[in-house]
């Protein structure tokens, strides 16, 4: 499980370095590259999740109506884990093995989201690529600008790091905002805590590296992001409870 080796699977199935890069950059934001990953709010560590699928004591009834996304592309719809489990099963491996996984992506994308596979076998922009991936493949509940550019950040840098050159920028930038227009449009941020991923958790860390707090921008609440938090809180007068709500965003100096 590791970039490098789904950056070489992907090209196996025949994807331009900016189609991987921008599979790969929603897969970041999904997953973190991780093929045995389990939502968060399923309160179920990984390793125990899929080897609990994998040896049965978690029913496939259990694992196609759980909600819970899961693997590389998280995986969540009912019909979408069926098949997931169903393709591990015949083939006699784990549903976290990465090969079926990328082969179960590749299916999809050439049957049931056929208009993704054609942007990503075109020759769109890095842009166009990872925005089309975003909307109609992994369909986040954030599809505002910012999340979309937030994953095409992370598109631009596997590219950099894979392809070993700067991508074009996209022929139809995101045009400004209309002066009535709020500038930051995944506004109201949901009240945050530890397992939550999302575009307002990342803009959480970059305000709180802003205030000189350290922390990475991941768009992951870890404890790391928990302890930086409680940090902020106590030196700010707020309660220290590690749950950034308003009050907090407030403090970080954002309209909320």
């Known amino acids: 499980m590791?970039?490098?080796s789904i950056w070489a699977k992907l090209k196996a199935k025949g994807f331009s370095d900016y189609?991987?890069?921008?599979?790969?950059?929603?897969?970041?934001?999904?997953?973190?590259?991780?093929?045995?990953?389990?939502?968060?709010?399923?309160?179920?560590?990984?390793?125990q999740y899929t080897a609990q699928v994998d040896n049965g004591s978690y029913s496939r009834q259990r694992f196609l109506s759980d909600a819970y996304g899961y693997g590389l592309c998280q995986w969540t719809y009912y019909t979408r884990k069926i098949a997931l489990y169903d393709l591990a099963k015949s083939r006699g491996v784990s549903?976290?093995?990465?090969?079926?996984?990328?082969?179960?992506?590749?299916?999809?994308?050439?049957?049931d989201y056929r208009s993704v596979y054609d942007v990503l076998m075109s020759d769109a922009s890095l842009y166009d690529m990872t925005a089309k991936f975003m909307r109609a493949f992994e369909n986040p509940a954030d599809q505002s600008a910012w999340a979309i550019n937030y994953r095409v950040g992370?598109?631009?840098?596997?590219?950099?790091?894979?392809?070993?050159?700067t991508p074009?920028?996209?022929?139809?930038?995101?045009?400004?905002?209309?002066?009535?227009?709020p500038t930051t449009p995944y506004w109201k941020p949901r009240t945050l805590c530890e397992g939550m991923q999302g575009a307002d958790v990342a803009v959480l860390q970059a305000l709180l590296q802003a205030h000189g707090y350290k922390v990475e921008i991941t768009g992951a609440f870890d404890n790391k992001t928990k302890i930086q938090v409680l940090a902020f809180q106590g030196e700010n007068g707020l309660a220290t409870d590690g749950i950034p709500g308003p009050k907090t965003f407030r403090a970080l100096g954002v309209n909320v």
């Not at 790969?24 to 399923?42: I, K, Y």
Request: aromatic letters at 4%.
């Open 19 to 47: 189609a991987c890069a921008a599979i790969m950059g929603n897969m970041q934001q999904e997953s973190a590259f991780r093929s045995n990953n389990v939502e968060d709010r399923s309160g179920i560590p990984d390793e």
């Open 168 to 181: 074009e920028p996209s022929p139809e930038p995101p045009q400004p905002p209309e002066p009535d227009t």
């Open 95 to 111: 549903v976290a093995d990465e090969q079926m996984q990328i082969d179960l992506l590749v299916q999809e994308l050439q049957t």
């Open 154 to 165: 992370l598109a631009s840098a596997i590219y950099e790091e894979f392809a070993g050159s």
């Open 2 to 4: 590791s970039k490098s």
